[in-house]
Every structure is written in structure tokens, then in C-alpha cells.
């Protein structure tokens, strides 16, 4: 049994431990708050986008000669997977569920025989990832230094894809991110966004006319580039959100446990102190009954 | 009912301007500016740098400098999705210099289209007529 200074030792040190935690959960659910504010703000944009998009490509009535980045490159060879996670740990399951998505999809391409390869956006997603798909692994993009999140950064990464797909080196490009439903739930997404899969049902668009100035397919090779970056910023926010939501929760079940902990530990030193006493008196009595 | 109809200015941010009933919306559409009002037929376009002007009542109008974005009227509903929009009357003087200095260097690139140049220079001009006032 640990001797009673040990004891005293490790109440103190989870005691403290309790204090960390508990303040980062209360700077996680002050970031929370913002990170949700800006995530429900964004989805107007990416949705009316996606909107527009949509009845843009049910308008387009020559499919063959749209722009590559809506109907794909043709073949389905290489997939290129962009992999958003946080930049900081101690946030719960939040990374680890979306690379256990990502590796589930990564295991199913590679059974098909096809290529594989891999974007990181955050540095945890690449520590995670590095040691089985190290050679996969085509860039890592992070934004430490970024503190808000800001539609800048969306638009690099957005550019490197399309940069990468007009020189051929994708067909397939997906991307992961966990989606914000509330505090305790994040949802790990995946999301085809080259070619553009269209997955509304085409229920309401095709009665739409549009009037199109200029032409359509000028809009979309307009509109598409910037798409993906919107797509990419929404995942973004989404992810931040998630990102502080999982980490409240995490943080606010470890101060419970460190609370649990500190309970026992105290029962337990309070015990072995009652012990020693109850030990010394039975000696100082024996040694009199034996006089 | 009303003359008006709805305004919605996004960026990916947030809601930029809400307007449930304005009389008419100037934008800088890529092949002209186009005045839309009440019961204009259902449009799709893409902006090029320029002002958006904005009539909330025969008296009444506001302006915002955008640089990009695209526009969708339907059902006397307009929304413009830009990534970059101020108003004119808050803007700061030293951001419209940034952008022009860095606009006139980008059109001096000999290797950019058609396009992009008359994008860059549309952008230059109205900076320039920003910054003089």
C-alpha cells in the first residue's frame, strides 16, 4: 500500500490536473460559441451556391463540353482525399473519428486497385495518418498561425486542388470533415466535390428558366473554382465547431473523472491514516497488557 | 402589394445586408451593369469589380464596392454571393490603395487572358474613382 505522503502527493497533482481541464473547457465553450456563430452563418452562402449550381448544370444541355471540373476528368483512377483536422489534441474523439472515416474509405479504393493519394489540412490528421499512408501523402497544409478562421485560407487550399487537377494528377478529389449537429454530436463527413456530385434530387430545378448572362458554361467555369473553395471553407467552419464542441465535452468528462478521483483518493488516504492510528494504539495497548 | 422585392447580399462570413423590400438594385454584371427591378425575369450572372447600388426608396441609396460575385433573381428574390463586398461611405482609404497598387502590378503581367485583364482593369478603374472622392 502507498504510504500516506504518496497518497497526499496524488490528490495534489489530480487536483491541479482538475484545474487544467476545467479551464480549458471554459475556453472551449467561449470559442464554441463563436466558432458555432461563424459556422451558421457560413451555410447560407455554401448552400445558395450549391443551389445556383445546381439548376446551372440542369440548364447546361451540352455535357460533354462543360468544364471538367463538373462532370469529372472521365476516368476514375487516382483519388485525391483532403483530410481536415485540428491543429491541437486533447479534443476527444473528434480527430480520431475522422480518420477512422478517411482510412475506411482509403482501404476501399485501394482494394479497387486505385491510386490513392493524400492532401492533410491540420497537423494532427497527418501525425495520425503518416505512419501507415506515409507514401500517399502529397502535401500538409496547416493554419497555425491563422487564429480565425477566414475564407483567405480556404481559398489557398481550394487553388492547390484546382492547380493539381488541371495538371492531371486526380480524377476523384473528396474531402473529410466532421459536421456540427450540436455540443456532444459531430458528424464525420465525407464529400465528393470533384466532379460535383449533384445529390439533391432534381425535383423543383427543372422548371426553373434561367436567364443566363453570359453564357452557361462561362458561369460555371467561373462559379466552379470558387465552389470548391466554399466547399472547403464550410468544412472548415463546420470542423472548428466540432473541433471546440468535442473538446468541450472531452474536457468537461475529465474534470468529472478527476473530481471521482480526487473522492477515492482522499477515502483511501483518510483510511490508511485511520489505519496507522488504529495500528500505534494497538501496539502501546499490548505493550501494557504484556507489563 | 409591395413595389419591392427582396435583397439578400452573402459572403462566407456572414448575412453582409437583408433587405425585405427594395425598389431597384444596380449590379455590375460582367457584361454591363444591369439595373434589376420587380418582376425581372429569373437571372443568373457574375459580377465583375464594381459598385453595387442599392434603392430602398426613390430618395434612399446605398453603394457597396464589391471585387467578385455572382447573382441570382427569382421569384423577386435577389442574392448576391460575393467573397469581398464594402460600403463606400465606411470603406478605408488605405485598403482601396493596397488592392489598386496591387491590382496595377497584376495588369502589368504580360501572361494573363483576356478575361482576368478585363477583370483587373474594370477593378483599376473603379479604385480609382473610389479613392479620388
Known amino acids: ?291 | 402589394m409591395s413595389e419591392g422585392f427582396k435583397l439578400e447580399i452573402i459572403n462566407p462570413e456572414k448575412s453582409f445586408l437583408l433587405k425585405d423590400s427594395v425598389l431597384e438594385v444596380v449590379v455590375p454584371a460582367f457584361e454591363g451593369d444591369m439595373g434589376i427591378l420587380k418582376d425581372h425575369i429569373s437571372i443568373i450572372s457574375f459580377l465583375k469589380p464594381g459598385l453595387v447600388k442599392v434603392f430602398t426608396s426613390n430618395s434612399n441609396e446605398e453603394t457597396y464596392y464589391v471585387e467578385d460575385g455572382i447573382i441570382e433573381f427569382k421569384n423577386n428574390c435577389l442574392s448576391i454571393l460575393t467573397s469581398n463586398i464594402f460600403d463606400t461611405k465606411k470603406i478605408d482609404k488605405n485598403i482601396l490603395k493596397d488592392s489598386l497598387t496591387k491590382a496595377e502590378q497584376d495588369s502589368k503581367d504580360p501572361e494573363i487572358s483576356d478575361q482576368k485583364k478585363y477583370l483587373i482593369d474594370q477593378k483599376i478603374d473603379v479604385l480609382k474613382s473610389l479613392t479620388l472622392n
Open chain 1, 1 to 291: 500500500m502507498a504510504s500516506l505522503d504518496d497518497l497526499k502527493k496524488r490528490i495534489s497533482s489530480v487536483k491541479s490536473t482538475q484545474k487544467i481541464t476545467k479551464a480549458m473547457k471554459m475556453v472551449a465553450a467561449s470559442k464554441l460559441r463563436r466558432a458555432q456563430e461563424s459556422a451558421e452563418k457560413g451555410r447560407p452562402y455554401s448552400e445558395k451556391m450549391n443551389n445556383i449550381i445546381l439548376n446551372l448544370s440542369n440548364n447546361v444541355s451540352d455535357k460533354e463540353n462543360s468544364p471538367k471540373l463538373l462532370v469529372g476528368s472521365g476516368e476514375d483512377k487516382i483519388h485525391l482525399c483532403i483530410v481536415m483536422t485540428s491543429d491541437r489534441g486533447l479534443c476527444g474523439g473528434f480527430n480520431t473519428n475522422i480518420i477512422k472515416k478517411a482510412k475506411s474509405y482509403f482501404q476501399k479504393i485501394l482494394n479497387e486497385g486505385k491510386t490513392l493519394k493524400i492532401i492533410t489540412v491540420g497537423s494532427k490528421g497527418y501525425d495520425q495518418l503518416k505512419r501507415t499512408y506515409k507514401d500517399n501523402i502529397i502535401e500538409k497544409i496547416s493554419f497555425k498561425e491563422s487564429k480565425y478562421i477566414n475564407f483567405f485560407d480556404a481559398d489557398k487550399v481550394g487553388k492547390i486542388i484546382i492547380g493539381r487537377f488541371e495538371k492531371k494528377e486526380f480524377d476523384v478529389c473528396t474531402i473529410f470533415y466532421n459536421q456540427f449537429k450540436n455540443v456532444i454530436t459531430q458528424i464525420p463527413q465525407e464529400q465528393q466535390i470533384i466532379p460535383l456530385k449533384t445529390s439533391k434530387s432534381d425535383k423543383n430545378s427543372s422548371e426553373d428558366n434561367y436567364d443566363f448572362e453570359p453564357e452557361e458554361d462561362e458561369i460555371l467555369s467561373n462559379l466552379l473554382p470558387k465552389n470548391i473553395s466554399t466547399q472547403i471553407f464550410k468544412a472548415m467552419l463546420e470542423n472548428s465547431a466540432s473541433e471546440q464542441g468535442s473538446r468541450m465535452s472531452a474536457m468537461d468528462n475529465a474534470t468529472r473523472n478527476a473530481g471521482e478521483m480526487v473522492d477515492k483518493l482522499t477515502i483511501q488516504y483518510n483510511r490508511s491514516r485511520q489505519a496507522a492510528i488504529t495500528k500505534e494504539l494497538i501496539e502501546i495497548i499490548s505493550g501494557a497488557e504484556s507489563l
